[in-house]
């Protein structure tokens, strides 16, 4: 058992502590906890400030772009790293197809020592955006500003942003049918997670230090290895990441803003399966599935190819 499945293993098993953060309703509820901002966030952190030096909002420098259609209503966006070609392979291979008359795929990374193959499959796939920061676990808050500020910037007929990562299967069907139902104002839509406690072990990757965050309880939050979220709400969180104290976690950190900003989160089931069944985006939550056993679930789903 590598780190990876120890860790969801102990994640899964912090029922206790599950049971107690069931017990917090402020932080169950979809309501904000106070209806000034800044006074929601002093409640989450009742010990940190904003970082003055705070740069997440900023627009980031572009080096490849993609090629994409005129006036697209909608793009899904595949975070990925530099080194990760076997994994944009087997989604060009399979999926990505589908997904493309939807909404363009297009996969994101940020700079890394492999980066040199981006940006041969640029020229070859015009399908790459990549951004001048450094790529890292840690900065995935970044990745998601800068994709914001991205479509917000430069791409003003998209309505819809969809984000995934890229070793996920994606069911072009569902997602179609998903964005036939029209929706307004600002929203999230994607698995919404309730009473989940902060982790304490300071070897595991989603820890978070008490000195980061000191509540015992994460508020309403949307799993983030795939969500859909309006035009509106992205202009939110870019608005609001920098008034916010950093959290390393990007989906806890977005899940804060939310529950101050009246972001709408909406929960769907279909969003981080881990059974090749009634999904929406297929992803195995216990560890990372390699390219070729993608390829083997891909292969096992007929109705998909």
Not at 54 to 67: F, N, Y
Not at 141 to 151: N, P
Not at 249 to 263: E, K, Q, V
Request: aromatic residues 12%; hydrophobic residues 40%; proline residues 7%.
């Amino acid at each position: 058992m590598d780190v990876f499945q120890l860790a969801n293993y102990l994640e899964r098993s912090l029922l206790p502590l599950r049971v107690l953060c069931y017990t917090q309703n402020d932080l169950l509820s979809v309501k904000p906890l106070r209806s000034d901002p800044s006074e929601c966030v002093r409640h989450y952190f009742p010990n940190r400030l904003p970082d003055p030096s705070c740069t997440l909002s900023e627009e980031q420098k572009i080096l490849i772009r993609p090629k994409l259609p005129e006036l697209p209503r909608r793009i899904l966006f595949i975070r990925t790293a530099p080194g990760s070609i076997d994994y944009r392979s087997f989604i060009r291979d399979t999926w990505k197809t589908q997904v493309d008359p939807y909404a363009p795929v297009v996969f994101v990374s940020a700079v890394g020592t492999n980066s040199g193959t981006l940006k041969a499959e640029a020229e070859q796939f015009g399908d790459i955006l990549q951004f001048d920061f450094a790529d890292s676990y840690h900065n995935l808050s970044l990745k998601m500003m800068a994709i914001y500020g991205f479509v917000l910037n430069e791409m003003p007929s998209v309505h819809d942003i969809i984000v995934t990562n890229d070793d996920t299967i994606v069911n072009a069907t569902a997602l179609a049918e998903l964005l036939l139902t029209r929706k307004t104002d600002s929203w999230m839509l994607g698995k919404v997670t309730r009473g989940y406690p902060r982790l304490f072990m300071p070897w595991l990757p989603w820890h978070v230090p008490g000195d980061m965050y000191s509540q015992l309880c994460y508020p309403r939050f949307i799993q983030g290895s795939s969500f859909i979220l309006s035009r509106k709400a992205a202009r939110v969180l870019l608005d609001n990441i920098c008034k916010t104290p950093f959290v390393q976690l990007d989906d806890i950190l977005m899940g804060i803003i939310a529950s101050c900003t009246r972001l709408k989160l909406l929960n769907h089931d279909g969003f981080d399966k881990h059974t090749a069944s009634n999904f929406v985006v297929y992803h195995y939550q216990y560890y990372r599935h390699t390219p070729q056993q993608l390829r083997q679930v891909w292969s096992s789903i007929p109705h998909l190819h």
